[in-house]
């Protein structure tokens, strides 16, 4: 026995006939043709908007964090570094370091009116936008 070639114009794998295996199945029918559609928009996740947004609210932390914690850690290293400076008395008798420590909870109420006045400012608005594109595409996801 002699081994032959396939044809060329045949192709070599059998599980892809270019004809039908048994003449008596119907020919297969071709792929309906697909209208072309613009490409899906960027998944939100992976959207420029929520970096924006990330970066934001990561600077408002930082900016009311370090207002209330150095004020406070001014503090500590006064009392630790400068005594006397801390028992010096300013008025009445009143010594520094009391008026320093009673001064700590007005700067912790000025951390917090930084932390709203940024988030009014910055932080909100963008939330807001990112808020309405996603309104907006979930209910252009639900037309489709």
């Known amino acids: 026995m002699s081994y032959d070639p396939p044809h060329p114009s045949y192709p070599s794998h059998p599980t892809y006939p ?3 295996t048994y003449p008596w199945q119907p020919p297969t ?3 309906p043709i697909r209208p072309v559609r ?14 924006v947004l990330r970066t934001a609210y990561r600077w408002q932390r930082r900016t009311a ?8 850690t001014l503090f ?9 400076f801390m028992t010096s008395t300013i008025a009445d008798g009143v010594p520094a370091g009391l ?12 951390a917090i009116a930084l932390y709203e006045h940024t988030a009014r ?15 907006l595409d979930a209910r252009r996801g639900a037309a489709r």
């Not at 008026?99 to 000025?110: D, G, I």
């Not at 400012?121 to 309104?135: G, K, N, S, Y």
Request: glycine fraction near 4%; aromatic fraction near 4%; include cysteine.
């Open 76 to 84: 500590l290293v006064l009392s630790a570094c400068a005594p006397g």
């Open 99 to 110: 008026l320093l420590a009673l001064l700590q909870l007005p700067v912790t109420w000025c």
């Open 38 to 51: 613009r490409p899906p928009r960027e998944p939100l996740g992976h959207h420029s908007d929520l970096r």
């Open 29 to 31: 029918p071709a792929e």
């Open 121 to 135: 400012r910055r932080v909100d608005p963008l939330a807001d936008r990112i808020r309405r594109q996603t309104e």
């Open 65 to 72: 964090t370090l207002t209330a914690l150095g004020y406070f």
């Open 18 to 20: 270019n004809h039908p």
